[in-house]
C-alpha cells in the first residue's frame, strides 16, 4: 500500500554532476550541494553553401580542423572569389566536433547548474554517480498529478478549508515567492497571475480537467489528488495549515522523482503512519471518492463482491458523513 | 540450487511494469494444476525492484495458498521439502524494462525507414526518431540528427539502398553519424544496427570508425517486394534482453530461476502458440496483450509468430499514449454514455495518475475500455500494416490484460475484442482472466507438459464462438437467419436484425452446427449473401452474432451512439 504523505524521516536524493559536499556535513535547504553540468548544444553549420563549394572540396577553404577551440566570430573558412572573399564565421564559442558532408559540427560549452539541497538536513551518502542523499525530518507529500520545474518558497495558504477554489482573486502580489495552497484549482486566470507576479509555485487537492490537459504552465504545480476533484485530503490539508509559513521545496511533473512538495521540520515521536488495522484513518484513491478520507470499519477475509461484481480483497470503510462502503486495498492509503 | 530430475512444482513470475503476478503450479492427482496466483505492484517507494515485488507477491501468495514458499530471509525455499513447503522450480518473464529506444536512419522515407520501423515495433523496440537522410538538403534539417548527440537512444538502426545498389550516400550517413556522436561519454553511446546494402558494409564499418559499437545484419529491404526483418529483429531482441538483466533487482531474481527471464511478449507467444496447437495445427490464432504500459498484438499462424508491440500505450501509465494518439471524441464513441469530455479526461487521467487502482464505477470501467478499444485498434492496425504476407483469418482470438482481466462481465471482454479488432466471419473468443499466460510461457521453457495442462484445464476462459458479418445494411433490416443443431437437442431458428449483437446460448463444454443465411448484401466470409455451414463451440457467452457490420458504424449523435452502445451491451448480457 503506497503512503503519499510522510511524516518522519526519509533521505532526500539530488542528482548533480559534480558534488560539493561530503557525507556527515549539515545542510540548510538552500545550500548548494553540487553543480550539474549539461553538455552545451551540438550546432550544424553550413560552410559549403555560403562558399558556393561542393561538399568534398570544402576541407580546401577550412581555417579550423577537428579538436579545435573556437571563439565567436571567429573565422571557420573562407574563400576569395573573383573580387570578394566569403567567410563563414564561428556564431559562439565552441569545439570543433566534425567537419563531414559539407558541414562543420560545432560543439557549444557546457551549461553548470548550482543544485540546492532542496531540505535542511545531514548529507548521508555521496555515490560514485554524482547523487548526493541528504537525511532529512519533516513532510513529504507525494503528489498525483504535476506540472513545471522546481520550486520554493514559504507555504502560504489561500482558502478557508481543504474544498476551497484557489480562485485569482486570491493569487496577490504580496504573495510573491510563496507556494500557494489551496484545495483546488480551476481557472486559468488563476495560475496566469501566480506566473506573472513570481508566485513560486501552486499546490492543491485537484486541477480541473481542462487545465490538466495542458502541460507547460510555466510555474510548478501539484495537485495532491488527480484531475478533476474538487478538494485536497482534510489531512493533507491539515498537515500543510500546520506548516504555514514554512519552506517548501515543491517539484513539478518534469522532476526527478514526480510531483512532490517537502517541507523539514523536527518531528515528535509517535507521527509514523498508522498500521492496517481496524480504525485506522484511510485515504481512498479512485473515483467516486478520490481524496475521501474515512476509517476502517471491518477487515472482511477473502475476496469480497464490489459494487461492480468483481471479486476483490479490501476494507470496509467508514465516511465521516455516516455513509459506509466496501474499497479494495489497491484504492486505499493509510494515512499517518 | 540442485533440482529434482522432474520438477513437480512451480512458481512462475510475470514482472510487468505496474504489477507483478505471481502463480503457484503443483501436481494435483497426477496433473498440473494451478493452486493459487496473487500480485503485488512492481514499484516500491525506492522505485522498481523486480526481486522485491516478486518476494511481496509470493508472500501474499502463501496466505492465499497456506503454504510456505520463502524462509525466514525471504529467499525462495527449493526445492519442496517433505513437509510441502517450497517448490521445486521457479521461472520468471518480464517486460519491466521499457522498450527499446532506437533511432532509424534511412535512405528514403518509403522503403528503407518504412521497413526497419516496422522491425522495431515486432522486436521490443521502439523508433523515437527516424530519419531520411535523402530528403535532407539544408542544415535546418539535420535538426533531428543532432538530436541524437543531445539524448542519445539505445540503438541506431542505419538501412538504406538495395544490395549491389550505391554506396556513397549510406557512407557519407556514417561519417555524418560518427561525426555527431564523437564526444558522447562511452556508457551513453547507442549500439550501431547496420542492416542496409550489403556492399556497403566495409565503407560503413570504415566511416563510423572504432568507437562505436557496430552489429551488422542482413538489409531489411535487399530488393524492390523484398522485406527480410528476422535477422534485425534478433539483434533488437537480443538487445532487449540484455536491457532487462539491468531492471533493479532482476540479477538477484535470476538465481532463483531455473532458467534465464525471459520477456513477457516472447513468453506470451510460446504460451498462444501452444494455445493454437492445442485447437488444430492449421489455426490461425491472433493474441492480443491490452496492458498498463504496452499493447502487443500477436499472429501465430502457418507463417509462425509475428510480434506487433506499441510501448506506451495501454490502459494505466500507458493512457498518456492513447491520449496523445486518439481524441476524446474518438474515446468517447465506445460510451454507452453521454460523458462530458472534462469528465472522460478525468476519468481517464485519474486513473493514469493511479495506475495500481481499480475503477470502482461502471462509468470509470467503461472509459477504461474505451481506451482498451483504442489501444487495441491502433496496435492492430500496425500488425496489419506489418504482415503483409500474413492473410487475415482469425479462428481463434486470445485477449489479455488487466482490463480483461478485471472486467467483471464476459460480455464486456467480448464486446472490447470485437470492438478492437472488427472480425470477420467465424472466431472462437477466449481470455485470460487469472492473468497466467506469460507465466505458463515462461514456464514451458522448463516443463512443457505442465504449461500444457494448466493452459487446457485452468488457464483458459471460453466466451464462445463470435460470428460477424462484413458489408452494411440499413439498422433493423433482417440480416441473418441461422439453424443451431446441438447434437442430441432440439433445433433453433433464429433471426438477428442489422445493427444488433447478441448471444445465442452454448455452454462451454458444447459444440454445435449452425447453418447461416446472411443477408444478400452481407459476407459471413463466403461472400456476399452466400449461406454457410459451420461447427461452433459454445462459452460462457455462447454463439455470439455480431451483426452490425463491418466496417463498424458509430453515429456521430451522441444520444443515438449511447443508445446503440447501451443495446449492445445488453446483447451480450450485461444490463
Partial sequence: MSRSLWIGEWTHTQSCSRSLVSPGEVVSADRCVGISIARGPLILIDVATPLGLAPDDVRRALAVSVGDAVHRDQTLASLRRRYRRRSVRAPDAGLVQGIVGGYLLLRLPDVETQILAGVAGTVSDVTAEGQVKVKCNGTRIHGAWGDGGTGRGPLALTTEGADGELTWQKVSRHLTGCVLVGGWLGEERAILRARQFGIAGLLVGGIAAPLARHTGWGLPIVATEGVGVPHMAPTFYRALQQRAGCVVQLQGGCAEGGPMASISHAVSQGAENSALEVGAGVRLTRGPYLGYEGRISALPEGLQRTALGGLTEGAQIALPSGQRLFAPWENLEVLP | ?575
Fill in chain 2, 1 to 575: 540450487m540442485s533440482q529434482p530430475q522432474q520438477p513437480e512444482s512451480f512458481l512462475a513470475a510475470d514482472i510487468g511494469s505496474t504489477l507483478t503476478r505471481v502463480c503457484l503450479i503443483d501436481r494435483v492427482e497426477g496433473i498440473y494444476r494451478l493452486v493459487a496466483r496473487s500480485q503485488h505492484p512492481t514499484r516500491g517507494e525506492d522505485g522498481i525492484d523486480a526481486k522485491q515485488a516478486v518476494v511481496g507477491a509470493v508472500r501474499r501468495l502463501e496466505e492465499i495458498a497456506h503454504r510456505t514458499l520463502l524462509d525466514d530471509a525471504g529467499e525462495m525455499i527449493s526445492p519442496e521439502r517433505d513437509d510441502g513447503t517450497g517448490v521445486d522450480a521457479m521461472v520468471a518473464c518480464s517486460s519491466a524494462a521499457k522498450p527499446l529506444r532506437c533511432a532509424v536512419i534511412g535512405l528514403t522515407a518509403d522503403l528503407s525507414l518504412q521497413g526497419a520501423v516496422r522491425a522495431c515495433t515486432g522486436a521490443l523496440a521502439q523508433a523515437t526518431t527516424t530519419l531520411a537522410l535523402g530528403a535532407l538538403r539544408r542544415a535546418a534539417e539535420l535538426a533531428p540528427l543532432l538530436g541524437l548527440a543531445d539524448s542519445p537512444p539505445e540503438a541506431i538502426i542505419l538501412s538504406g539502398g538495395f544490395d549491389n545498389g550505391p554506396i556513397a550516400p549510406l557512407t557519407a550517413g556514417a561519417e555524418l553519424l560518427a561525426a555527431v556522436l564523437a564526444d558522447l561519454p562511452a556508457h551513453e553511446r547507442p549500439v550501431i544496427i547496420y542492416a542496409g546494402n550489403q556492399e556497403a558494409r566495409r565503407p560503413v564499418a570504415r566511416a563510423l570508425g572504432d568507437d562505436l559499437t557496430l552489429a551488422v545484419v542482413d538489409n531489411v529491404r535487399p530488393s524492390e517486394g523484398i522485406e527480410s526483418p528476422r535477422e534485425l529483429q534478433r539483434e533488437l531482441l537480443r538487445l532487449y534482453g540484455e536491457r532487462l538483466q539491468l531492471v533493479p533487482g532482476m540479477a538477484a531474481l535470476q538465481r532463483w530461476c531455473s532458467v534465464p527471464v525471459q520477456s513477457s511478449p516472447d513468453a506470451l507467444a510460446l504460451a498462444l502458440q501452444y494455445l493454437a496447437k492445442r485447437h488444430d495445427p492449421s489455426t490461425s490464432l491472433l493474441g492480443v496483450d491490452v496492458g498498463g504500459n504496452h499493447t502487443a498484438v500477436i499472429g501465430v499462424g502457418k507463417r509462425g509468430v509475428n510480434l506487433t508491440l506499441r510501448g506506451g500505450l495501454g490502459t494505466a501509465a500507458g493512457l498518456d499514449g492513447v491520449l496523445a494518439s486518439a481524441s476524446l471524441d474518438d474515446l468517447r464513441r465506445w460510451l454507452p454514455l453521454d460523458v462530458s469530455l472534462d469528465t472522460l479526461t478525468a476519468y481517464l487521467e485519474n486513473a493514469r495518475l493511479w495506475p495500481f487502482t481499480l475503477p470502482q464505477t461502471l462509468d470509470d470501467l467503461l472509459a477504461l475500455q474505451a481506451a482498451a478499444r483504442e489501444a487495441l485498434r491502433q496496435t492492430f492496425a500496425e500488425w496489419q500494416a506489418a504482415s503483409l504476407a500474413e492473410p487475415l483469418r482469425l479462428d481463434l482470438i486470445a485477449g489479455r490484460g488487466g482490463v480483461l482481466s478485471g472486467c467483471p462481465h464476459p460480455g464486456l471482454v467480448a464486446l472490447m475484442l470485437l470492438d478492437g479488432l472488427q472480425p470477420v466471419g467465424l472466431a472462437q473468443l477466449v481470455y485470460d482472466r487469472d492473468s497466467v499466460w506469460p507465466q505458463l510461457g515462461a514456464v514451458a521453457a522448463v516443463a512443457p507438459l505442465a504449461a500444457s495442462q494448466v493452459l487446457n484445464r485452468d488457464g483458459l476462459a471460453h466466451l464462445g464462438t463470435a460470428l460477424c458479418l462484413s458489408g452494411s445494411v440499413r439498422t433493423g433490416e433482417r440480416a441473418l437467419r441461422l439453424r443451431l443443431e446441438t447434437p442430441g437437442g432440439p433445433d433453433h431458428t433464429y433471426e438477428v436484425a442489422a445493427g444488433e449483437v447478441r448471444c445465442v446460448p452454448l455452454p462451454s463444454d458444447a459444440e454445435a452446427s449452425v447453418k447461416l443465411w446472411p443477408h444478400p448484401r452481407l459476407d459471413v466470409g463466403l461472400g456476399p449473401g452466400a449461406p454457410a455451414q459451420a461447427q461452433v463451440q459454445g462459452g460462457a457467452l455462447g454463439l455470439i452474432i455480431d451483426a452490425r457490420g463491418r466496417p463498424l458504424q458509430v453515429s456521430a449523435d451522441p444520444q443515438e451512439r449511447a443508445a446503440a452502445q447501451r443495446r449492445w451491451n445488453n446483447g451480450l448480457g450485461r444490463r
